[in-house]
Protein backbone atom coordinates (compact mmCIF):
# COMPACT_ATOMS: atom_id res chain seq x y z
CA UNK A 1 0.00 0.00 0.00
CA UNK A 2 1.13 3.59 -0.54
CA UNK A 3 2.83 4.85 2.77
CA UNK A 4 4.29 8.39 3.15
CA UNK A 5 6.66 8.38 5.92
CA UNK A 6 8.25 11.46 7.98
CA UNK A 7 10.05 11.69 11.35
CA UNK A 8 7.80 11.20 14.20
CA UNK A 9 10.34 12.68 16.55
CA UNK A 10 10.82 16.52 16.98
CA UNK A 11 13.40 17.90 15.73
CA UNK A 12 15.02 19.99 17.63
CA UNK A 13 17.87 22.72 16.30
CA UNK A 14 19.56 26.37 17.99
CA UNK A 15 18.54 29.61 16.12
CA UNK A 16 20.51 30.04 13.08
CA UNK A 17 21.03 26.54 12.05
CA UNK A 18 19.61 24.54 9.04
CA UNK A 19 16.35 22.42 10.21
CA UNK A 20 16.62 19.33 7.25
CA UNK A 21 13.26 17.57 7.43
CA UNK A 22 12.60 14.17 5.70
CA UNK A 23 9.69 12.98 3.52
CA UNK A 24 10.15 9.07 2.32
CA UNK A 25 7.48 7.49 0.18
CA UNK A 26 6.81 4.28 -1.00
CA UNK A 27 4.61 2.59 -3.40
CA UNK A 28 3.99 5.52 -5.08
CA UNK A 29 4.77 7.12 -8.84
CA UNK A 30 3.83 11.43 -7.75
CA UNK A 31 4.00 13.73 -9.76
CA UNK A 32 4.07 16.48 -7.73
CA UNK A 33 5.68 17.03 -3.68
CA UNK A 34 4.27 19.75 -1.08
CA UNK A 35 5.24 20.83 1.65
CA UNK A 36 2.73 22.51 4.53
CA UNK A 37 3.18 24.34 7.63
CA UNK A 38 0.67 23.16 10.59
CA UNK A 39 0.80 25.97 14.23
CA UNK A 40 -0.56 24.14 17.04
CA UNK A 41 -4.86 24.29 16.69
CA UNK A 42 -4.27 25.62 13.06
CA UNK A 43 -5.14 24.60 9.79
CA UNK A 44 -2.24 23.60 7.52
CA UNK A 45 -0.74 26.35 5.09
CA UNK A 46 0.90 25.75 1.61
CA UNK A 47 4.49 26.63 1.62
CA UNK A 48 6.34 25.28 -1.28
CA UNK A 49 5.30 22.79 -4.69
CA UNK A 50 7.81 21.10 -6.58
CA UNK A 51 7.10 19.12 -9.78
CA UNK A 52 8.87 15.35 -10.07
CA UNK A 53 11.15 16.98 -13.15
CA UNK A 54 12.69 19.25 -10.60
CA UNK A 55 15.36 18.73 -8.21
CA UNK A 56 15.23 21.62 -6.18
CA UNK A 57 12.79 24.64 -5.35
CA UNK A 58 13.99 27.60 -3.16
CA UNK A 59 11.82 30.56 -2.01
CA UNK A 60 13.40 33.03 0.69
CA UNK A 61 15.00 30.72 3.44
CA UNK A 62 13.31 27.73 2.67
CA UNK A 63 14.69 24.71 0.07
CA UNK A 64 12.75 21.57 -1.07
CA UNK A 65 14.64 18.65 -2.93
CA UNK A 66 13.13 15.92 -4.64
CA UNK A 67 14.61 12.93 -5.26
CA UNK A 68 11.83 10.23 -7.23
CA UNK A 69 15.00 7.43 -7.37
CA UNK A 70 15.51 7.72 -3.59
CA UNK A 71 11.84 8.73 -3.56
CA UNK A 72 12.55 10.98 -0.87
CA UNK A 73 11.88 14.66 -0.62
CA UNK A 74 14.21 16.78 1.40
CA UNK A 75 12.93 20.08 3.16
CA UNK A 76 15.71 22.92 4.78
CA UNK A 77 15.19 25.70 6.46
CA UNK A 78 18.24 27.89 7.07
CA UNK A 79 19.02 30.54 9.56
CA UNK A 80 16.07 29.00 11.45
CA UNK A 81 14.34 30.82 13.95
CA UNK A 82 12.03 30.49 16.85
CA UNK A 83 9.23 31.39 14.80
CA UNK A 84 10.07 28.70 12.40
CA UNK A 85 9.28 26.20 15.48
CA UNK A 86 5.53 23.91 13.60
CA UNK A 87 4.57 21.32 12.16
CA UNK A 88 5.68 20.05 8.67
CA UNK A 89 3.77 18.24 6.53
CA UNK A 90 4.80 17.08 2.73
CA UNK A 91 2.08 16.24 0.41
CA UNK A 92 2.12 13.95 -2.60
CA UNK A 93 -0.20 14.21 -5.61
CA UNK A 94 -0.23 11.73 -8.68
CA UNK A 95 -3.01 11.03 -10.95
CA UNK A 96 -5.88 11.74 -9.00
CA UNK A 97 -4.83 15.11 -7.79
CA UNK A 98 -6.25 15.13 -4.32
CA UNK A 99 -2.91 15.26 -2.11
CA UNK A 100 -1.87 12.46 0.01
CA UNK A 101 -0.06 13.73 3.65
CA UNK A 102 1.92 12.76 5.92
CA UNK A 103 1.26 12.72 9.42
CA UNK A 104 4.46 15.73 9.86
CA UNK A 105 7.34 15.99 11.52
CA UNK A 106 7.27 18.84 14.72
CA UNK A 107 10.48 21.26 14.29
CA UNK A 108 11.61 23.22 17.54
CA UNK A 109 14.14 25.72 17.50
CA UNK A 110 15.55 26.97 20.40
CA UNK A 111 16.38 30.45 20.92
CA UNK B 1 -10.57 37.56 1.74
CA UNK B 2 -11.87 35.91 5.35
CA UNK B 3 -10.46 32.34 4.54
CA UNK B 4 -12.32 28.83 4.95
CA UNK B 5 -14.12 29.32 7.79
CA UNK B 6 -15.60 26.86 10.01
CA UNK B 7 -17.82 26.29 13.23
CA UNK B 8 -17.71 25.23 15.97
CA UNK B 9 -14.42 25.40 16.78
CA UNK B 10 -14.41 23.05 19.64
CA UNK B 11 -17.47 20.78 20.53
CA UNK B 12 -17.53 18.04 23.39
CA UNK B 13 -20.29 16.02 22.98
CA UNK B 14 -21.94 12.58 24.70
CA UNK B 15 -21.18 9.13 22.35
CA UNK B 16 -24.37 8.62 20.65
CA UNK B 17 -25.69 12.09 20.23
CA UNK B 18 -25.26 13.85 16.64
CA UNK B 19 -22.74 16.58 15.50
CA UNK B 20 -23.07 18.67 12.84
CA UNK B 21 -19.67 20.56 11.87
CA UNK B 22 -20.14 23.17 9.26
CA UNK B 23 -17.97 25.41 6.70
CA UNK B 24 -18.19 28.13 4.49
CA UNK B 25 -15.51 28.01 1.46
CA UNK B 26 -13.27 30.92 0.07
CA UNK B 27 -15.48 32.58 -2.17
CA UNK B 28 -15.19 31.47 -5.76
CA UNK B 29 -13.52 27.93 -4.87
CA UNK B 30 -15.15 25.00 -6.46
CA UNK B 31 -13.72 22.40 -4.64
CA UNK B 32 -14.35 21.28 -1.01
CA UNK B 33 -12.68 19.04 0.82
CA UNK B 34 -13.02 17.38 4.47
CA UNK B 35 -10.43 16.16 6.18
CA UNK B 36 -9.93 14.53 10.06
CA UNK B 37 -6.73 14.78 11.84
CA UNK B 38 -5.35 12.45 14.67
CA UNK B 39 -2.53 11.46 16.20
CA UNK B 40 -2.21 7.65 14.77
CA UNK B 41 -3.81 8.80 11.55
CA UNK B 42 -2.16 11.94 10.34
CA UNK B 43 -4.36 14.00 8.05
CA UNK B 44 -7.20 11.64 6.24
CA UNK B 45 -9.48 12.80 3.14
CA UNK B 46 -12.77 12.05 3.84
CA UNK B 47 -14.94 13.25 1.03
CA UNK B 48 -14.50 15.90 -1.60
CA UNK B 49 -16.96 18.46 -3.56
CA UNK B 50 -16.65 19.87 -7.00
CA UNK B 51 -19.50 22.37 -7.35
CA UNK B 52 -21.15 21.19 -4.85
CA UNK B 53 -21.32 17.75 -5.89
CA UNK B 54 -19.99 15.32 -4.10
CA UNK B 55 -17.18 13.46 -6.32
CA UNK B 56 -15.56 10.68 -3.86
CA UNK B 57 -16.92 9.65 -0.74
CA UNK B 58 -14.90 6.68 -0.04
CA UNK B 59 -12.59 8.09 2.89
CA UNK B 60 -15.60 8.39 4.81
CA UNK B 61 -15.21 5.98 7.16
CA UNK B 62 -18.78 4.35 7.99
CA UNK B 63 -22.36 5.29 7.37
CA UNK B 64 -22.41 7.08 10.07
CA UNK B 65 -21.10 9.86 8.65
CA UNK B 66 -22.64 12.28 5.54
CA UNK B 67 -21.66 15.36 4.24
CA UNK B 68 -23.92 17.81 2.32
CA UNK B 69 -23.43 20.67 -0.18
CA UNK B 70 -26.36 22.01 -0.83
CA UNK B 71 -24.71 25.44 -2.30
CA UNK B 72 -21.39 27.18 -3.35
CA UNK B 73 -21.06 28.78 0.19
CA UNK B 74 -21.86 26.14 3.08
CA UNK B 75 -21.14 22.62 3.72
CA UNK B 76 -21.92 20.46 6.32
CA UNK B 77 -20.53 17.48 8.37
CA UNK B 78 -22.50 15.03 10.06
CA UNK B 79 -22.04 12.29 12.59
CA UNK B 80 -24.63 10.66 13.95
CA UNK B 81 -24.36 8.59 16.07
CA UNK B 82 -21.47 9.64 17.53
CA UNK B 83 -18.75 7.39 18.88
CA UNK B 84 -15.57 8.17 21.02
CA UNK B 85 -13.34 7.31 18.59
CA UNK B 86 -14.48 10.30 16.33
CA UNK B 87 -12.93 12.21 18.84
CA UNK B 88 -10.41 14.03 15.98
CA UNK B 89 -10.15 17.65 14.44
CA UNK B 90 -11.93 17.82 11.49
CA UNK B 91 -10.64 20.16 8.95
CA UNK B 92 -12.69 21.98 5.98
CA UNK B 93 -10.48 22.90 2.98
CA UNK B 94 -11.38 24.33 -0.55
CA UNK B 95 -9.59 25.00 -3.75
CA UNK B 96 -9.64 27.10 -7.34
CA UNK B 97 -9.53 25.80 -10.43
CA UNK B 98 -12.31 25.12 -13.30
CA UNK B 99 -10.14 21.66 -13.43
CA UNK B 100 -8.34 19.87 -10.71
CA UNK B 101 -4.77 20.64 -11.22
CA UNK B 102 -1.65 19.02 -8.85
CA UNK B 103 -0.48 22.47 -8.70
CA UNK B 104 -4.07 23.35 -6.89
CA UNK B 105 -2.81 25.00 -3.46
CA UNK B 106 -5.17 23.68 -1.17
CA UNK B 107 -6.56 26.39 1.77
CA UNK B 108 -7.69 24.91 5.03
CA UNK B 109 -9.83 26.29 7.80
CA UNK B 110 -8.76 26.40 11.41
CA UNK B 111 -9.95 22.91 11.89
CA UNK B 112 -13.03 22.16 14.15
CA UNK B 113 -12.11 19.78 17.61
CA UNK B 114 -14.35 17.26 18.36
CA UNK B 115 -13.99 15.31 21.15
CA UNK B 116 -17.21 12.43 22.18
CA UNK B 117 -17.40 11.61 25.65
Known amino acids: SQKIEQNSEALNIQEGKTATLTCNYTNYSPAYLQWYRQDPGRGPVFLLL?????KEKRKERLKVTFDTTLKQSLFHITASQPADSATYLC??????????FGRGTSLIVHP | DAGVIQSPRHEVTEMGQEVTLRCKPI?????LFWYRQTMMRGLELLIYFNNNVPIDDSGMPEDRFSAKMPNASFSTLKIQPSEPRDSAVYFC???????????????FGEGSWLTVV
Open chain 1, 91 to 100: ALTGGSYIPT
Open chain 2, 27 to 31: SGHDY
Open chain 1, 50 to 54: IRENE
Open chain 2, 93 to 107: ASSLRGGLSPTNTIY
